[in-house]
Protein backbone atom coordinates (compact mmCIF):
# COMPACT_ATOMS: atom_id res chain seq x y z
CA UNK A 1 0.00 0.00 0.00
CA UNK A 2 1.43 3.92 -0.18
CA UNK A 3 3.06 5.05 2.45
CA UNK A 4 2.25 8.65 1.48
CA UNK A 5 1.29 10.46 4.54
CA UNK A 6 -1.41 13.20 4.66
CA UNK A 7 -1.06 16.28 6.22
CA UNK A 8 -2.68 15.27 9.78
CA UNK A 9 -0.39 11.68 10.06
CA UNK A 10 2.92 13.83 9.83
CA UNK A 11 1.46 16.33 12.35
CA UNK A 12 0.53 13.02 14.92
CA UNK A 13 4.17 11.19 13.95
CA UNK A 14 6.02 14.46 14.74
CA UNK A 15 3.71 15.07 17.88
CA UNK A 16 4.40 11.79 19.16
CA UNK A 17 8.54 12.10 18.38
CA UNK A 18 8.33 9.96 15.57
CA UNK A 19 11.12 11.07 13.06
CA UNK A 20 9.40 10.73 9.53
CA UNK A 21 11.98 9.93 6.60
CA UNK A 22 11.37 8.92 2.73
CA UNK A 23 13.23 7.23 0.69
CA UNK A 24 16.42 9.23 -0.39
CA UNK A 25 16.27 11.19 -3.48
CA UNK A 26 18.59 9.24 -6.12
CA UNK A 27 21.58 11.33 -5.23
CA UNK A 28 20.79 11.86 -2.05
CA UNK A 29 22.96 11.44 1.12
CA UNK A 30 22.32 8.00 2.58
CA UNK A 31 19.06 7.57 4.44
CA UNK A 32 19.56 7.29 8.63
CA UNK A 33 18.35 4.41 10.10
CA UNK A 34 15.48 4.54 12.54
CA UNK A 35 16.81 4.77 15.72
CA UNK A 36 15.10 5.13 18.96
CA UNK A 37 12.57 2.86 20.48
CA UNK A 38 9.39 5.35 19.74
CA UNK A 39 10.43 6.06 16.30
CA UNK A 40 8.34 4.90 13.81
CA UNK A 41 10.64 4.75 10.29
CA UNK A 42 8.14 5.74 7.51
CA UNK A 43 8.64 4.96 4.02
CA UNK A 44 11.50 2.56 4.39
CA UNK A 45 11.44 -0.68 2.80
CA UNK A 46 14.69 -2.99 4.74
CA UNK A 47 16.12 -5.07 2.42
CA UNK A 48 15.98 -8.11 4.74
CA UNK A 49 14.00 -10.89 4.90
CA UNK A 50 10.77 -11.33 6.68
CA UNK A 51 11.33 -12.69 9.96
CA UNK A 52 10.51 -16.64 10.75
CA UNK A 53 7.04 -17.00 12.59
CA UNK A 54 9.12 -18.40 15.55
CA UNK A 55 11.72 -15.85 15.09
CA UNK A 56 8.56 -12.98 15.59
CA UNK A 57 7.29 -15.11 19.31
CA UNK A 58 10.53 -15.14 20.65
CA UNK A 59 11.29 -11.58 20.47
CA UNK A 60 7.54 -10.94 22.15
CA UNK A 61 8.52 -13.23 24.79
CA UNK A 62 11.55 -12.07 25.73
CA UNK A 63 12.97 -15.80 25.38
CA UNK A 64 16.34 -16.60 24.68
CA UNK A 65 18.13 -18.02 21.48
CA UNK A 66 17.17 -21.15 20.16
CA UNK A 67 20.15 -23.33 21.70
CA UNK A 68 22.19 -25.45 18.66
CA UNK A 69 21.16 -28.88 18.43
CA UNK A 70 21.91 -31.57 20.28
CA UNK A 71 25.09 -33.38 19.37
CA UNK A 72 23.97 -37.03 20.97
CA UNK A 73 20.29 -37.51 21.28
CA UNK A 74 19.17 -37.28 24.79
CA UNK A 75 16.38 -39.93 26.10
CA UNK A 76 12.62 -38.26 25.56
CA UNK A 77 11.36 -37.31 28.89
CA UNK A 78 7.49 -37.99 28.84
CA UNK A 79 5.81 -35.33 30.95
CA UNK A 80 3.79 -37.02 33.80
CA UNK A 81 0.43 -35.53 33.37
CA UNK A 82 -1.26 -34.42 36.30
CA UNK A 83 -3.87 -32.23 36.83
CA UNK A 84 -2.54 -29.55 39.39
CA UNK A 85 -4.59 -29.07 42.81
CA UNK A 86 -6.61 -26.27 43.02
CA UNK A 87 -7.87 -26.42 39.45
CA UNK A 88 -11.50 -26.19 38.78
CA UNK A 89 -13.24 -25.87 34.91
CA UNK A 90 -13.72 -22.87 33.42
CA UNK A 91 -17.07 -20.89 34.69
CA UNK A 92 -20.10 -22.51 32.52
CA UNK A 93 -21.93 -20.18 30.00
CA UNK A 94 -19.01 -17.60 29.46
CA UNK A 95 -20.87 -17.14 25.78
CA UNK A 96 -23.99 -15.77 27.54
CA UNK A 97 -21.60 -13.39 30.40
CA UNK A 98 -22.08 -9.74 30.19
CA UNK A 99 -19.34 -7.47 31.07
CA UNK A 100 -19.34 -7.76 34.57
CA UNK A 101 -19.69 -11.46 34.58
CA UNK A 102 -16.97 -11.55 32.37
CA UNK A 103 -14.69 -9.81 34.32
CA UNK A 104 -15.46 -11.74 37.52
CA UNK A 105 -15.14 -14.57 35.41
CA UNK A 106 -11.61 -14.02 34.46
CA UNK A 107 -10.50 -12.95 37.30
CA UNK A 108 -11.10 -16.15 39.41
CA UNK A 109 -10.69 -18.40 36.89
CA UNK A 110 -8.33 -21.41 37.78
CA UNK A 111 -9.25 -23.54 34.32
CA UNK A 112 -5.61 -23.78 33.67
CA UNK A 113 -2.02 -24.01 36.41
CA UNK A 114 -1.01 -20.10 35.35
CA UNK A 115 -3.05 -19.23 37.36
CA UNK A 116 -0.71 -20.73 40.06
CA UNK A 117 1.75 -18.05 39.47
CA UNK A 118 0.27 -15.01 38.61
CA UNK A 119 -0.29 -12.17 40.74
CA UNK A 120 -3.06 -10.78 39.17
CA UNK A 121 -5.07 -11.56 35.82
CA UNK A 122 -4.95 -8.79 33.04
CA UNK A 123 -9.08 -8.79 31.23
CA UNK A 124 -7.45 -5.61 29.27
CA UNK A 125 -8.01 -1.57 29.50
CA UNK A 126 -10.31 0.57 27.55
CA UNK A 127 -12.54 3.25 28.52
CA UNK A 128 -14.45 3.21 31.70
CA UNK A 129 -17.96 2.98 31.44
CA UNK A 130 -20.43 4.02 34.07
CA UNK A 131 -22.84 1.43 34.65
CA UNK A 132 -20.21 -1.46 34.02
CA UNK A 133 -21.51 -1.94 30.85
CA UNK A 134 -18.85 -3.17 28.05
CA UNK A 135 -17.81 0.02 26.27
CA UNK A 136 -18.66 0.49 22.63
CA UNK A 137 -15.05 0.48 21.06
CA UNK A 138 -13.76 1.41 17.31
CA UNK A 139 -10.74 -0.55 17.84
CA UNK A 140 -9.79 -3.77 19.71
CA UNK A 141 -5.97 -4.56 20.42
CA UNK A 142 -5.09 -8.17 20.83
CA UNK A 143 -1.67 -9.36 21.70
CA UNK A 144 -0.17 -12.20 23.32
CA UNK A 145 -0.20 -12.79 26.85
CA UNK A 146 0.66 -10.66 30.29
CA UNK A 147 4.63 -9.83 30.91
CA UNK A 148 5.77 -9.46 34.03
CA UNK A 149 4.88 -6.06 34.50
CA UNK A 150 1.70 -6.35 32.76
CA UNK A 151 0.79 -9.42 35.53
CA UNK A 152 2.08 -7.04 38.23
CA UNK A 153 -0.03 -4.16 37.32
CA UNK A 154 -3.01 -6.26 36.17
CA UNK A 155 -2.90 -3.70 32.83
CA UNK A 156 -2.07 -5.06 29.50
CA UNK A 157 1.02 -3.61 27.55
CA UNK A 158 2.68 -1.34 30.45
CA UNK A 159 5.89 -1.89 30.04
CA UNK A 160 8.66 -0.70 26.82
CA UNK A 161 6.08 -2.69 24.16
CA UNK A 162 3.31 -0.93 25.78
CA UNK A 163 5.17 2.23 25.34
CA UNK A 164 5.67 1.66 21.66
CA UNK A 165 1.76 0.72 21.11
CA UNK A 166 0.78 3.28 22.74
CA UNK A 167 3.09 5.82 20.61
CA UNK A 168 1.78 3.69 17.68
CA UNK A 169 -1.77 4.04 18.65
CA UNK A 170 -1.41 7.99 19.36
CA UNK A 171 -0.03 7.82 15.56
CA UNK A 172 -3.86 6.88 14.35
CA UNK A 173 -5.58 9.16 16.81
CA UNK A 174 -6.06 6.67 19.85
CA UNK A 175 -5.11 6.52 23.39
CA UNK A 176 -5.85 3.89 26.04
CA UNK A 177 -8.81 4.67 28.11
CA UNK A 178 -8.41 4.13 32.00
CA UNK A 179 -9.66 6.39 34.80
CA UNK A 180 -6.23 7.64 34.61
CA UNK A 181 -6.67 9.41 31.12
CA UNK A 182 -6.22 12.99 30.28
CA UNK A 183 -8.47 13.24 27.20
CA UNK A 184 -6.21 15.05 24.85
CA UNK A 185 -7.90 17.07 21.87
CA UNK A 186 -8.27 15.19 18.54
CA UNK A 187 -7.67 11.79 20.24
CA UNK A 188 -10.52 9.23 20.89
CA UNK A 189 -10.00 6.46 23.79
CA UNK A 190 -12.37 4.38 21.54
CA UNK A 191 -9.73 1.27 22.21
CA UNK A 192 -10.26 -2.03 24.05
CA UNK A 193 -6.07 -3.72 24.54
CA UNK A 194 -6.18 -7.46 25.69
CA UNK A 195 -4.19 -10.48 25.28
CA UNK A 196 -4.87 -13.79 23.98
CA UNK A 197 -4.19 -15.26 27.29
CA UNK A 198 -5.07 -13.20 30.72
CA UNK A 199 -2.30 -15.21 32.70
CA UNK A 200 1.39 -14.49 32.55
CA UNK A 201 3.29 -17.53 31.67
CA UNK A 202 5.69 -18.42 33.79
CA UNK A 203 9.89 -17.15 32.92
CA UNK A 204 8.03 -15.51 29.61
CA UNK A 205 7.63 -18.83 27.94
CA UNK A 206 5.45 -18.83 25.04
CA UNK A 207 1.66 -19.64 25.96
CA UNK A 208 0.61 -23.64 26.05
CA UNK A 209 -1.89 -24.56 23.58
CA UNK A 210 -3.63 -26.00 26.31
CA UNK A 211 -3.49 -22.28 28.15
CA UNK A 212 -5.04 -21.14 24.67
CA UNK A 213 -7.66 -23.32 24.55
CA UNK A 214 -8.91 -22.01 28.00
CA UNK A 215 -8.55 -18.37 27.77
CA UNK A 216 -9.94 -18.39 23.87
CA UNK A 217 -13.55 -18.29 25.19
CA UNK A 218 -12.83 -15.37 27.40
CA UNK A 219 -11.73 -13.39 24.29
CA UNK A 220 -14.26 -14.46 22.10
CA UNK A 221 -16.94 -13.29 24.54
CA UNK A 222 -14.80 -9.87 24.80
CA UNK A 223 -15.34 -9.05 20.81
CA UNK A 224 -18.89 -9.71 21.35
CA UNK A 225 -19.27 -7.52 23.77
CA UNK A 226 -17.19 -4.95 22.60
CA UNK A 227 -18.47 -4.67 19.18
CA UNK A 228 -15.27 -3.72 17.54
CA UNK A 229 -15.00 -2.20 13.72
CA UNK A 230 -11.55 -3.17 13.16
CA UNK A 231 -9.05 -5.49 15.34
CA UNK A 232 -5.68 -5.42 15.05
CA UNK A 233 -3.72 -8.91 16.28
CA UNK A 234 -0.36 -8.53 16.91
CA UNK A 235 1.64 -11.31 16.85
CA UNK A 236 1.79 -14.78 15.90
CA UNK A 237 -0.59 -16.31 19.21
CA UNK A 238 -3.29 -13.49 18.35
CA UNK A 239 -2.69 -13.85 14.51
CA UNK A 240 -3.44 -17.70 15.59
CA UNK A 241 -5.90 -17.24 17.78
CA UNK A 242 -8.59 -15.05 15.49
CA UNK A 243 -7.58 -16.77 12.53
CA UNK A 244 -7.51 -20.55 13.29
CA UNK A 245 -11.24 -20.86 11.71
CA UNK A 246 -10.56 -18.97 8.84
CA UNK A 247 -7.31 -19.60 7.34
CA UNK A 248 -6.36 -23.11 6.64
CA UNK A 249 -3.35 -24.76 7.49
CA UNK A 250 -2.61 -21.18 9.59
CA UNK A 251 0.35 -23.14 11.49
CA UNK A 252 2.75 -23.05 8.65
CA UNK A 253 2.29 -19.45 7.32
CA UNK A 254 4.92 -17.32 8.24
CA UNK A 255 3.01 -14.20 10.15
CA UNK A 256 4.54 -11.65 7.66
CA UNK A 257 2.85 -13.55 4.93
CA UNK A 258 -0.34 -12.71 7.18
CA UNK A 259 0.04 -9.41 6.94
CA UNK A 260 -1.40 -7.03 3.88
CA UNK A 261 -4.58 -8.69 4.02
CA UNK A 262 -8.32 -8.24 5.76
CA UNK A 263 -9.24 -11.09 7.59
CA UNK A 264 -12.39 -11.62 9.63
CA UNK A 265 -13.33 -12.90 13.14
CA UNK A 266 -16.86 -12.65 13.76
CA UNK A 267 -17.32 -10.74 10.81
CA UNK A 268 -15.18 -7.86 12.40
CA UNK A 269 -12.28 -7.20 10.33
CA UNK A 270 -8.89 -8.31 11.32
CA UNK A 271 -5.63 -6.78 10.26
CA UNK A 272 -2.33 -8.54 10.93
CA UNK A 273 1.18 -7.07 12.44
CA UNK A 274 4.35 -7.53 14.22
CA UNK A 275 4.15 -7.50 18.20
CA UNK A 276 5.87 -4.76 19.45
CA UNK A 277 8.02 -6.20 21.89
CA UNK A 278 9.61 -7.59 18.11
CA UNK A 279 9.66 -3.93 16.89
CA UNK A 280 11.60 -3.14 19.57
CA UNK A 281 13.99 -5.90 18.67
CA UNK A 282 13.82 -5.17 14.69
CA UNK A 283 13.49 -1.40 13.93
CA UNK A 284 13.65 -2.05 10.45
CA UNK A 285 10.25 -3.71 10.54
CA UNK A 286 8.45 -1.12 12.17
CA UNK A 287 7.43 0.86 8.64
CA UNK A 288 5.83 -2.63 8.50
CA UNK A 289 3.58 -1.76 11.03
CA UNK A 290 3.27 1.60 9.99
CA UNK A 291 1.78 0.00 6.71
CA UNK A 292 -0.52 -2.38 8.69
CA UNK A 293 -2.02 0.39 10.82
CA UNK A 294 -2.40 2.26 7.97
CA UNK A 295 -3.96 -0.74 6.38
CA UNK A 296 -6.54 -0.91 9.25
CA UNK A 297 -7.35 2.68 8.85
CA UNK A 298 -8.11 2.61 5.52
CA UNK A 299 -10.48 -0.47 6.32
CA UNK A 300 -12.13 1.13 8.83
CA UNK A 301 -12.16 4.64 7.49
CA UNK A 302 -14.81 6.30 9.99
CA UNK A 303 -13.01 5.37 12.96
CA UNK A 304 -9.94 7.50 11.97
CA UNK A 305 -9.91 10.55 13.63
CA UNK A 306 -9.48 14.26 13.18
CA UNK A 307 -6.91 16.19 14.74
N1 LIG B 1 3.16 -8.50 25.47
C1 LIG B 1 1.89 -8.85 25.22
O1 LIG B 1 1.59 -9.56 24.26
N2 LIG B 1 0.94 -8.39 26.01
C2 LIG B 1 1.19 -7.60 27.05
O2 LIG B 1 0.25 -7.22 27.72
C3 LIG B 1 2.52 -7.24 27.29
C4 LIG B 1 3.50 -7.71 26.50
Known amino acids: MSLDLDKRQRAMLREMGVRIWQPPAPAAAPAPAPDATNNIAVG ?13 AAAVR ?34 RMDWPALQAAVAGCRACALCESRKNTVFGIGPVVADGAAPQVDWLIVGEAPGENEDLAGEPFVGQAGKLLDNMLLAIGLQRGNVDTVPRAGVSTSVFITNVLKC ?39 AQSLL ?64
Not at 44 to 56: G, H, L, M
Not at 220 to 236: D, F, H, N, S, T
Not at 259 to 266: A, D, H, K, N
Open 244 to 307: QDSVPELQKIPLGKLRGQVFRYLGVPVVVSYHPAYLLRSLGDKAKAWDDLCLAMNVAPTVVRSA
Open 200 to 238: RPPANRNPDPAEVAQCEPYLKRQVELLQPKMILALGKFA
Open 62 to 95: GAPAPAAPALRPVAAQMPVSRPAPGLQPRPAGVD
Open 44 to 56: VRPERAEPRFDAE
